[in-house]
């Protein structure tokens, strides 16, 4: 068929003469070792970088080739016809990821972000679907909360494309109210980020060389300082506590308030403990799930809780 696209041009055909002989040469030899691993070489995303292959109609002051869309189209046409195991990956990096932050983006982000993207060097991402929220994205439950000049965010997300190796990765999140005004993007540098855990790597029927994976956001680190702060308040009241028993001055109410108020902490502690851990902590094996199971009986023995705000409420 003698049929040429309307909006290729002479200077399109150079590029992409060769850019298909790079394919063919040097990316499709390993396109079999990805299908078993189950994701793109790192070294592949370099070497497209190379090539001006990725972010091409990104300007260039952002390490784009400041070409038209046409050179998108191209390079995707091309990367599909001779090693489609690197499309998925390369169409939501080039495609999406780089155009939210170019459109949407300040000047210092896309200062911080494209020129990485442009090389290779970061790998994008988008996080959108979750389980059980997917074509009704308005639905989305992952949460954003601002604190100081970063968010906070808690919830899951599944079916991602390059979740493995991502680097930089836009996650859909609710930062207001229901439905689609009460939802943001959200850009999240994989590295060093504690609360950030990346799931399986799912297994597919096709696109084996896409890593395709749950991610996982927690806010961990800020809750286990949030308990760490606690025993900390509990271990200086406790102690004091100790010194006054010590020196016989230790009041009944006092002595209750240290009952129902560290019992209380020992249980919760355990159980947003238990839930860091996922299923695993419901599992014998793991002493969390012990910790869990032992703490209850704390609110229980020695005097329920109720009876010591009882003791309490009497000396108000
Ligand atoms: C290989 C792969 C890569 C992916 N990559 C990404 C990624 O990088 N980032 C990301 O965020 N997501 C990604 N996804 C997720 C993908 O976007 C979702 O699978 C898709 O949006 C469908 O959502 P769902 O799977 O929850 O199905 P559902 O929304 O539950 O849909 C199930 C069925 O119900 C139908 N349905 C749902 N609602 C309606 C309605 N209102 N009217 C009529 N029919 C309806 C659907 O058409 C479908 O047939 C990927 C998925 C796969 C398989």
Redesign the pocket.
């Known amino acids: 068929m003698n049929y040429r696209s309307s909006w290729m041009t002479e200077e399109l055909d150079v590029f992409r003469d060769q850019f298909r002989k790079f394919l063919g040469k040097d990316l499709a030899p390993h396109a079999e070792a990805w299908r078993h691993q189950k994701l793109v070489d790192r070294s592949a995303w370099r070497a497209l970088g190379e090539m001006g292959a990725l972010l091409p109609s990104v300007p260039q002051i952002y390490g784009g080739l400041g070409a038209t869309f046409a050179y998108d189209a191209a390079v995707i046409e091309d990367i599909e016809s001779v090693v489609p195991e690197a499309t998925?990956g390369v169409s939501?990096h080039s495609g999406i990821v780089a155009h939210y932050i170019l459109n949407y983006g300040s000047e210092e982000q896309k200062l911080r972000w494209l020129p990485k993207m442009a090389t290779g060097e970061f790998i994008g991402?988008?996080?959108?679907?979750e389980p059980g929220?997917?074509?009704?994205l308005q639905a989305v439950r992952t949460t954003a909360r601002k604190q100081g000049n970063s968010y906070v965010i808690n919830g899951q997300?599944t079916?991602?494309?390059s979740g493995q190796t991502a680097d930089l990765i836009i996650v859909v999140a609710r930062t207001g109210g229901p439905g689609a005004k009460g939802l943001s993007l959200i850009v999240l540098e994989a590295d060093g980020n504690e609360g950030f855990r990346r799931g399986r790597n799912l297994d597919?029927i096709g696109?084996h060389a896409?890593d395709?994976s749950e991610l996982f956001f927690q806010n961990t680190a800020f809750k286990l300082a949030e308990r760490k702060t606690e025993a900390m308040i509990a271990r200086v009241f406790i102690d004091w506590c100790v010194e006054r028993l010590i020196a016989g001055e230790l009041d009944t109410v006092t002595a209750s308030m240290a009952k129902w108020w560290c019992s209380q902490k020992q249980v919760e502690t355990a159980d947003e403990c238990l839930q860091l851990h996922g299923g695993y902590g419901y599992m014998q094996e793991y002493p969390i799930s012990r910790m869990f199971v032992d703490a209850r009986i704390q609110k229980i023995y020695g005097g329920t809780n109720e009876i010591m705000k009882l003791v309490i409420a009497q000396s108000l």
């Open positions: 998925a939501v991402a988008i996080a959108m679907t929220t997917g074509s009704d997300k079916f991602i494309t597919k696109l896409s395709t």
